[in-house]
């Protein structure tokens, strides 16, 4: 099946600080989300990006599917922005794979 | 609702006994999924309905463990004769198309 593999493990930053999350994955996706798992274990959908550049705010996200890559971009950083950071692939099974995760910690 | 629903939020069971979680999708999604995460780990998938297509249950880890759902709506993980390895919290998603939305998940803890 499809390996998905996110870089780096853990992160600590000080706050302002900007950071660049990583997703490699070994096939062709056809959906691929990144989410924001807050402490108290809630998944929140940051974005939908098979393929593309999008923006919201202080986060951008790139998917370079004939790569198959993807990045997401946290500029100025802050403290709410603590957790884990999930990278999810449909490699056109429509079940979504995870990878395991990059752990933020920002420092005030 | 405004988002998927989940109940209860924890359950704490003795071992060998029976649970039941439940999911509210969002209304009008027509897929829904089960994912369950185990202490610090990913996410593992479980099962996947879609419409009234039969279920892909390829992620169920043994025979203890089942799901179904009514109407095309509501969806029910039992769990039957709980062991401590079951310990995890059991996440449910809809979707309408491609993007996937997530409920706050169920704590199971078995004792």
């Known amino acids: 099946g499809i390996q998905v593999e996110q870089s780096p493990p853990d992160l600590i930053l000080q706050e302002g600080a900007n950071s660049t999350l990583r997703c490699n994955f070994s096939?062709?996706?056809?959906?691929l989300q990144w989410f924001h798992q807050n402490p108290w274990g809630q998944l929140i959908n940051l974005f939908y990006?098979?393929?593309g550049t999008k923006q919201n705010g202080r986060l951008s996200a790139t998917t370079v599917a004939t790569e198959r890559y993807s990045l997401l971009y946290i500029s100025s950083s802050q403290t709410t922005d603590s957790g884990v950071y999930f990278c999810?692939?449909?490699?056109?099974?429509?079940?979504?794979?995870f990878g395991t995760g990059t752990r933020l910690k920002v420092l005030a | 609702g405004a988002g998927v629903s989940q109940s209860p939020s924890n359950k704490v069971t003795e071992k060998g006994k029976d649970v039941e979680l439940r999911c509210d999708p969002i209304?009008?999604?027509?897929?829904l999924y089960w994912y369950r995460q185990s202490l610090g780990q990913g996410l593992e998938f479980l099962i996947y309905?879609?419409?009234?297509?039969?279920?892909?249950k390829s992620g169920l880890p043994s025979d203890r463990f089942s799901a179904e759902r009514t109407g095309g709506s509501v969806s029910t993980l039992t769990i039957q004769r709980t062991q401590q390895e079951d310990s995890a919290v059991y996440l449910c998603?809809?979707?309408?198309?491609?993007?996937?939305?997530f409920g706050q998940g169920t704590r199971l803890t078995v004792v």
């Open positions: 998603a809809s979707s309408y198309g491609q993007e996937a939305f």
């Open positions: 096939d062709s996706v056809n959906n």
């Open positions: 990006i098979p393929s």
């Open positions: 999810a692939v449909d490699p056109g099974t429509y079940k979504y794979i």
């Open positions: 209304s009008g999604h027509t897929a």
């Open positions: 309905f879609q419409g009234n297509s039969a279920p892909d």
